[in-house]
């Protein structure tokens, strides 16, 4: 075993917004002798993963894939099985997950209208509508937008971005990359019609890094058969025709597989809206602690907070990153950086994934006292904001989570 540097007393802290925290369950399940993935028993884990996994994506009809890759490798397969070398898609700058597949789809060879945006929004809707109703010619094949910005803390109304494009009648593809979104954060892909979702394992699904998937719709599986990008590994065809019995095209990641069958039981033993509540909850008592010291949060629009992640700015002056350092160094407690446009100047709290509320305590008694360890002007009482918060709010049923 190569020597963490952590090597600390108790379980360190791993409040980034993904990897998260990977729960006993979890692990226990992974830690299962790895098997013949073409022999007799593996069908079962194969077929209850893919089932478990349109569940969580609340895909009724099409295909669930699932990769042996993080969560980057989905991005490419819902590029690359969908469209064709100089076709057109509409992309919004929301962060710097947004200018990630931007970049990957303008390396594939399509044409992105990449639409600016000051990171501190999820997009608009009404964006999309006017540039859709535009595009008499319906030259736009695809829409993407990521569900949840993990560098930013802000997510976009996925049904509200569908509505838009029904209003303007534009046939382009939906795509959503719900990687760090979900099992944290509502999210419908039937009920939204959204054609291609991304997923990852390593953030709301509880898992290790090394898993990625997508949920993938009629239209877009039938966009996919005359679709002319070049793919091979990330070819869904080949995929589906394995799957039909819960195998697959090439050796699968057997032990991780093992781990999503225990953490998608998890998600439904505790219940969706149980789980979406939870993390509204907790994101919640979060931005009352921010508050409280006097520290911005990055997402300027309520109604766009992710429940996933708090991303807060640090005062002029402080970086952020000396701020984490202190917070690594004093508690064992690893809190997001900053990316790319605002490195140094944003940290990122996440509370997703496998959390409760004496996690969450802990977590923000490591900012407020790293606040103070780093010299960081602010005001005291985060803490006690936040924990006034949960105890007004514990026992109490949880309200299913508003429709993103
Ligand atoms: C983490 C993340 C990614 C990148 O996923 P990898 O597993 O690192 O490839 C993409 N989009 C969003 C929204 C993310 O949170």
Not at 205 to 223: D, H, I, R, T, Y
Not at 263 to 284: C, K, P, S, T
Not at 321 to 344: C, I
Request: hydrophobic share 45%; with cysteine; glycine share 10%.
């Amino acid at each position: 075993m190569i020597k963490l540097s952590n090597a600390a007393s108790g379980r360190h802290f791993l409040q980034i917004p993904g990897p998260t925290n990977v729960p006993e369950r979890v692990l226990r399940a992974i830690d299962n002798p790895t098997i013949d993935h073409r022999g007799p028993e593996f069908g079962a884990i194969g077929r209850k993963a893919l089932a478990g996994m349109k569940t969580i994506f609340k895909a009724t009809e099409g295909h669930a894939i699932i990769f042996p890759a993080s969560g980057t490798g989905a991005w490419e397969a819902a590029l690359v099985n969908t469209l064709s070398p100089g076709d057109k898609v509409l992309m919004f700058e929301t962060g710097h997950f947004a200018t990630l597949w931007r970049k990957m789809a303008g390396k594939l060879g399509l044409e992105v209208e990449f639409v600016e945006g000051d990171w501190r929004h999820g997009v608009d809707p009404a964006a999309v509508e006017a540039k859709l109703t535009a595009d008499k010619g319906h030259a736009y094949k695809a829409v993407m937008v990521v569900h949840n910005e993990t560098s930013t803390g802000c997510t976009t109304r996925v049904g509200e971005v569908r509505k838009a494009m029904d209003r303007a009648k534009h046939p382009a593809l939906l795509m959503v990359d719900t990687i760090s979104s979900l099992g944290s954060i509502d999210y419908r892909h039937d009920e939204w019609g959204v054609d291609v979702c991304v997923a990852g394992s390593q953030k709301g699904l509880m898992l290790p890094p090394g898993l990625s998937f997508n949920a993938v719709s009629k239209k877009a599986l039938e966009a996919s058969k005359t679709a002319k990008l070049t793919k091979s590994f990330w070819a869904w065809d080949e995929m589906i025709a394995a799957n039909a019995n819960g195998y697959f095209p090439y050796t699968p990641a057997t032990n991780l597989l093992y781990g999503l069958c225990e953490a998608i039981d998890m998600l439904h033993e505790e219940g969706l809206d149980n789980v979406f509540a939870r993390h509204d909850r907790h994101a919640e008592a979060t931005r009352r602690a921010a508050r409280a010291w006097g520290l911005e949060i990055l997402c300027l629009e309520p109604k766009e907070y992710s429940s996933a992640l708090t991303a807060l700015l640090m005062p002029a002056g402080h970086d952020a990153d000396k701020f984490r350092k202190a917070v690594l160094d004093a508690f064992d407690m690893s809190l997001g950086q900053g990316l790319s446009k605002v490195a140094g100047k944003v940290f990122r709290i996440g509370h997703l994934g496998s959390f409760n509320d004496l996690m969450l305590m802990g977590t923000l008694a490591g900012v407020e006292m790293g606040l103070t360890l780093a010299n960081v002007p602010h005001k005291k009482g985060g803490v006690d904001a936040a924990m006034a918060y949960l105890a007004e709010t514990a026992g109490k049923k949880p309200v299913a989570a508003a429709a993103q």
